[in-house]
C-alpha cells in the first residue's frame, strides 16, 4: 500500500522552491506526492524528477492550477472539446517529463462549472470520445489517465461511482482508471461499499479526506465500511491525503474552504497517516 500527500497541504503553488516539500513528504513516511500544474504552475521538471526518484516517491499529476474554462472534453461546442484535449494532452507531456505515472483529477468536464439543465443526449458519447483519444495519447507516454468523481457542487459530469464507470465504460480503453475521493462521496453515495465495489475493476487511487476535508477520522466518512470494501476487493493502490494549507494567505479561502482544517501540513500528515495505517494493519490487505 502506498501512502500519499497533495502539495497543498504545504504550499498554494507548485515551484522549485517548493523542492523540499518533497524531503518534507519523504520523512513523514509518504510515498507518493501529487502535484497540480497548470498554466500558472512554472518549474523546473528535471529538478522535480530528479528530486523525487532520489527520495523513492512516486509522483502523480492533476490540473489544480489555472485551467481554461473553454478546454473542457465535455463541452457542447467541438472547439471547446478541441481545446480541451490540446490543453490536457499538454499536461501529459509535462507528466511525462517529470516522471509522474499518472495524470488524475475531474478531467472529464471542468471542476467549478456545473451546468443546470438536463443535459444533452450526446455530451456523454462526445465526452468519452475525448477521453478515449487523451488516454491513446497518455498511454504511449507511460501515464495513466485517473478519473475522479466529484459532488455537484463542483461538476454536473460525473458525481457518483456509477457515472464514472458508465463514462469510463463508453470511453472504451485499458489506459483509463478511477479515483475515489470520500470527501466527494458524501454528498453523493449512500453506499460507500457499493461505491467501491463499483469501481472495484477500475479503481487505481483513494483520496482520504473526512467530510470537512480535514484529517481523515473522527468525522461523517464511514471509515470501517471504507477499509472493509477495499480489503474486500483486494485493493493496493495509493492512499492520499488532501486538503488546503489554511495558514498561507488567503489560499484555502480562495479554493473554497472557510474553516481551519489544515493549519499545518506535516501535523496532518502525521495524524492522517497513523490512521491510515492502524485501518490497513487492522484488515488483511494484498
Same mark, same amino acid.
Given at each position: ?5 497533495? =502539495?497543498?497541504?504545504? *504550499? @498554494?503553488? !507548485?515551484?522549485d ?18 502535484l ?5 504552475v ?7 524528477r ?8 512516486t ?7 489555472? !485551467?481554461?474554462?473553454?478546454? @473542457?472534453?465535455?463541452?457542447d ?9 490540446t ?5 501529459? @507531456?509535462?507528466?511525462a ?12 468536464g ?16 462526445? &465526452?468519452?470520445?475525448?477521453?478515449? &483519444? ?10 495513466k489517465i485517473?478519473?475522479?468523481p466529484?459532488?455537484?457542487f ?5 458525481n ?7 463514462l469510463?465504460? $463508453? ?10 475521493? *470520500?470527501?466527494?462521496?458524501? &454528498? ?15 479503481l487505481? =487511487?483513494?483520496? *482520504? ?18 477499509? @472493509?470494501?477495499?480489503?474486500e ?5 495509493? $492512499? ?30 502525521r ?16
Amino acid at each position: 500500500m502506498q501512502y500519499g500527500a497533495h =502539495c497543498y497541504l504545504f *504550499t @498554494d503553488r !507548485w515551484s522549485d522552491a517548493a523542492l523540499p516539500i518533497l524531503d518534507t513528504m519523504k520523512a513523514l513516511g509518504l510515498d507518493l506526492a501529487e502535484l497540480s500544474v497548470g498554466d500558472d504552475v512554472i518549474f523546473t521538471p528535471h529538478l522535480t524528477r530528479r528530486r523525487a526518484e532520489t527520495l523513492g516517491l512516486t509522483l502523480v499529476l492533476g490540473p489544480g492550477g489555472a !485551467w481554461p474554462l473553454s478546454a @473542457d472534453l465535455s463541452a457542447d461546442t467541438a472547439e471547446e472539446r478541441r481545446i480541451g484535449l490540446t490543453w490536457h494532452c499538454r499536461q501529459v @507531456d509535462l507528466a511525462a517529463e517529470v516522471g509522474a505515472v499518472a495524470y488524475a483529477g475531474a478531467l472529464y468536464g471542468h471542476p467549478g462549472v456545473v451546468k443546470r439543465r438536463r443535459p444533452p443526449v450526446d455530451e456523454y458519447a462526445w &465526452t468519452a470520445e475525448g477521453l478515449h &483519444t487523451l488516454a491513446e495519447y497518455a498511454a504511449a507516454r507511460g501515464v495513466k489517465i485517473v478519473l475522479e468523481p466529484m459532488s455537484h457542487f463542483r461538476t454536473h459530469v460525473a458525481n457518483t461511482a456509477a457515472q464514472m464507470m458508465r463514462l469510463i465504460d $463508453l470511453a472504451d480503453h485499458a489506459n483509463l482508471y478511477a479515483l475515489f475521493d *470520500t470527501y466527494h462521496a458524501i &454528498t453523493e453515495e449512500r453506499n460507500y461499499a457499493a461505491a467501491i465495489r463499483t469501481l472495484a475493476s477500475r479503481l487505481w =487511487c483513494v483520496h *482520504t479526506c473526512e467530510n470537512d476535508r480535514g484529517v481523515p477520522g473522527g468525522g461523517l466518512v464511514p471509515w470501517d465500511v471504507v477499509f @472493509d470494501s477495499l480489503c474486500e476487493v483486494g485493493y493496493a493502490g495509493p $492512499l492520499t491525503m488532501e486538503a488546503y494549507n489554511s495558514s498561507i494567505d488567503d489560499f484555502a479561502f480562495q479554493r473554497g474552504m472557510f474553516h481551519n482544517v489544515c493549519p499545518d501540513g506535516a501535523d496532518f500528515v502525521r495524524t492522517g497517516l497513523a490512521f491510515l495505517q492502524a485501518q490497513v494493519a487492522r484488515r488483511s490487505f494484498p
